[in-house]
């Protein structure tokens, strides 16, 4: 059962990585790029959001930061492409650890507030500091990749989805997912059981926003070009948070899942409806909060589950569940 | 020295006095009750010790150390454990899970997690229900499942906080005959009851009585159903002339 998912796991990055040798157009390899770099968003807020069940809607800082980390180091201190990009990572680690240093002590809505207003005061930094981040006007983004941009931009994506699907399944059976669950079911039952809580969501935040980070770097360098009200905005942070919640928050494959359904559906729908297609994203969002509300993989393997204990086959109902 | 030792605690909110110098220690594997009516400040006392509240006169000792303002997962590693009152199972989880939850506190391994929470579930005679998820159990199985959660962190000190209400007569003697074995697990526990005395005479060691926070009686279940004090607490004045 186990091996045939890392198989399954391993078919698919495969096929991702070849893919581009049969689909070449430039439009189509950044619709791809987009769904696979949504669904390493997704993965990443996923362990925070999911696992830990502390909802955040101000993921857009960290994406903020790895993008302008890329384009500020490398552009004013003339620090090369990738390691400005790594240093994004640790601008984000920076923000994470005082976003969640200061808000995971309360209970409550507190986090999910203080996660929204400090992306917004980041934004407002960001658009209100010409002399370092450009403003309004924006600023240039190196290039991480040169050539067959859109391809490697696309394999870049698959990469980075790869290892935050293998960083949640390490985590999902590790200790440390269990204490993330506990965590999210009843904070006083995990204290209970010796549980330092707010340590235990602090490190999933690090790793969420490091993650976050990288994908932010990626999307300006692909772009080019951003601006604050684009990398840095709350429809960042909600898209983030609406495709893990859509294929399933809390569960190792709901993110990748909510991404493809997500992007290619948004995609679609900008095709035929044109300006009323977010009309269409609204109501889907409502269909799925109504009617699916543990998302698509959620409702699934609690399906799945229920058949199995209750139509005799004992095995395997503890590996649906988890995976 | 005792496993525990309560050193005249007193705990105000506001103007009420939930704990008002109270004093007594436990020993190591002894099953002490504390009994005493809803608002007696049992579940205030069970949170004083494990750091939920902390006192404002007095202190607490574990094991000889100070833990009188220690933190509720600081004193879960010392070797504390609990139940609730109000049942808080991890509802999305298996009762596997929930259980090797506890199990983590002395182990990494998912594992070695789970095959000691298979042992704690089959002591609480609960292994069939292993694979369901807590939020589907009927509530005699939910107040095991907190004693098997809190016993598999391999406590010195369990606190049952009211770990009999809301049971039958029949669920409740059998959860005692279960308790009874607690020493030989090497933990000592604390139980807060309201009033099944059955379960109390028949388990415990040792008793003290709470009413409105102040410590009326302590000690054998015997004596203390004796006490004139504590039949004007639970009866009213004019029964203490009956010398029940």
Wanted: neutral net charge; contains cysteine; aromatic residues 8%.
């Amino acid at each position: 059962m186990k091996r045939f998912h890392l198989l399954a796991a391993v078919v698919v990055f495969v096929l991702s990585l070849l893919l581009p040798l049969v689909v070449e157009t430039g439009y189509a390899l950044q619709i791809l790029f987009r769904i696979y770099l949504f669904a390493a968003l997704g993965l990443a807020w996923n362990l925070v959001g999911g696992y830990a069940g502390q909802l955040s809607l101000g993921h857009a800082a960290y994406f903020g930061a790895g993008a302008y980390g890329l384009a500020l180091f490398s552009g004013k201190l003339g620090v090369s492409p990738w390691l400005a990009a790594l240093m994004g990572v640790v601008v984000a680690l920076a923000c994470a650890l005082l976003i969640g240093g200061v808000s995971f002590r309360l209970r409550g809505p507190y986090f999910v507030l203080a996660t929204i207003a400090f992306a917004e005061v980041v934004r407002l930094i960001a658009k209100n500091l010409p002399n370092v981040t450009g403003g309004d006007v924006g600023a240039q983004v190196p290039a991480l990749f040169h050539g067959n941009v859109n391809r490697a931009f696309y394999w870049a994506a698959v990469m980075l989805t790869a290892l935050a699907f293998a960083t949640t399944v390490a985590i999902s059976r590790a200790r440390f997912g269990y204490y993330l669950m506990a965590i999210r079911e009843d904070e006083d039952t995990a204290l209970s059981v010796g549980i330092g809580a707010a340590r235990t969501k602090l490190v999933a935040l690090l790793v969420s926003a490091a993650l976050t980070a990288l994908a932010g770097a990626l999307y300006a360098s692909l772009f080019l070009y951003i601006v604050p009200d684009q990398v840095l905005s709350i429809d960042v942070s909600n898209e983030i948070a609406i495709v893990a919640m859509l294929g399933g928050a809390g569960t190792v494959l709901g993110p990748i899942v909510g991404s493809v359904v997500l992007e290619s559906a948004s995609e679609l729908f900008k095709d035929i409806f044109k300006e009323a297609h977010l009309l269409i994203y609204g109501v889907l969002l409502v269909v799925v909060v109504l009617f699916l509300p543990e998302g698509i993989i959620g409702t699934l393997a609690a399906f799945l589950r229920r058949r199995a204990l209750f139509g005799g086959i004992k095995a395997g109902a503890k590996g649906v569940a988890a995976d | 020295m005792s496993l525990l030792e309560i050193d005249h605690v007193s705990k105000r909110f506001g103007g009420l006095r939930a704990i008002n110098d109270v004093a007594f220690s436990i020993e190591e594997n002894e099953i002490t009750f504390i009994v005493g009516p809803n608002g007696a400040g049992k579940t205030t006392l069970f949170n004083l010790i494990t750091g939920v509240f902390h006192p404002d006169e007095g202190s607490i000792r574990f094991q000889g150390q100070d833990i009188t303002h220690i933190s509720p997962n600081h004193a879960a590693r010392l070797g504390i454990g609990r139940t609730f009152q109000l049942v808080k199972p991890l509802r999305n989880l298996t009762v596997l899970e929930n259980v090797m939850l506890g199990a983590f506190l002395h182990t990494s391994s998912p594992s070695k997690a789970a095959e000691q929470a298979r042992e704690v579930l089959k002591y609480l005679q609960m292994e069939k229900a292993m694979h369901f998820t807590a939020s589907g159990l009927p509530v005699a199985m939910l107040k095991r499942l907190e004693i098997a959660r809190a016993l598999a962190t391999k406590p010195r000190l369990i606190l049952l906080d009211e770990v009999v209400a809301g049971l039958s007569t029949a669920e409740a003697l059998g959860l005692a005959e279960l308790l009874k074995k607690l020493p030989e697990w090497g933990v000592a526990a604390v139980g807060g009851v309201e009033h099944v005395m059955q379960v109390v005479m028949s388990i415990a060691h040792r008793v003290v009585v709470l009413d409105h926070g102040t410590q009326i009686a302590e000690g054998k279940p015997q004596e203390v159903v004796r006490m004139p004090a504590v039949i004007e607490a639970y009866l009213g004045a004019k029964y203490k002339e009956l010398g029940l």
